[in-house]
T-cell receptor, first 112, second 116 residues
């Protein structure tokens, strides 16, 4: 079973375009992570959010806990935004939220 | 500099030869975790630790062992590696506060393991 679904799997955009990546999940959560994996393989945390919206530079993350859905938006996209974007949620087993499950990622390629 | 350090970056070994991948963080994080990443399957959690001497299985723990004797270190041990453990491995850490049980994850640079 896939408890975290991301769409689209692959996305190609022209520089300057507005980009949206979606993440849907099937269980109740307290927070959701958005991660970025660079072409070289390194992973960085972009956002961790539990409600509403967060913004960092050209990146905006939103979450709707009731609808079990989160979106990652990139405004004025640039080739350096080319990466794999991954969402992850903690599963609450016995009060511990250490068990994380991940979406399969969205591979973004921004063309100049 | 705050960081999570994994070693080695690359490792080629043979079936059955015990190996350890080290992970160390200098941020005083309570939570540490190991993941493997495989094409088409994405990231999957192997083991995690909420604090010293506290470890729990993730989604794919078979064939792996961990220990958390000190807060900063969380080694991943493959007692008898097999070819299906060929993968890209990541260690990560974060704070675990009582209020949220969540905080941003800090990842190591990854270890690419090949088992022949």
């Amino acid at each position: 079973k896939n408890e975290v679904e991301q769409s689209p799997q692959n996305l190609t955009a022209q520089e300057g375009e507005f980009i949206t990546i979606n993440c849907s999940y099937s269980v109740g959560i307290s927070a959701l992570h958005w991660l970025q994996q660079h072409p070289g393989g390194g992973i960085v945390s972009l956002f961790m959010l539990s409600s509403g919206k967060k913004k960092h530079g050209r990146l905006i993350a939103t979450i709707n806990i009731q609808e079990k859905h989160s979106s990652l938006h990139i405004t004025a996209s640039h080739p350096r935004d080319s990466a794999v974007y991954i969402c992850a949620i903690p599963l609450n087993y016995g009060g511990s939220q250490g068990n994380l499950i991940f979406g399969k990622g969205t591979k973004l390629s921004v063309k100049p | 500099e705050a960081q999570v350090t994994q070693n080695p970056r690359y490792l080629i070994t043979v079936t059955g030869k015990k190996l350890t991948v080290t992970c160390s963080q200098n941020m005083n994080h309570e939570y540490m975790s190991w993941y493997r990443q495989d094409p088409g399957l994405g990231l999957r959690q192997i083991y995690y630790s909420m604090n010293v001497e506290v470890t729990d299985k993730g989604d794919v723990p078979e064939g792996y062992k961990v220990s958390r004797k000190e807060k900063r270190n969380f080694p991943l041990i493959l007692e008898s590696p097999s070819p299906n453990q060929t993968s890209l491995y990541f260690c990560a850490s974060s704070f675990r506060d009582r209020a949220s049980y969540n905080s941003p994850l800090h990842f190591g640079n990854g270890t690419r393991l090949t088992v022949t």
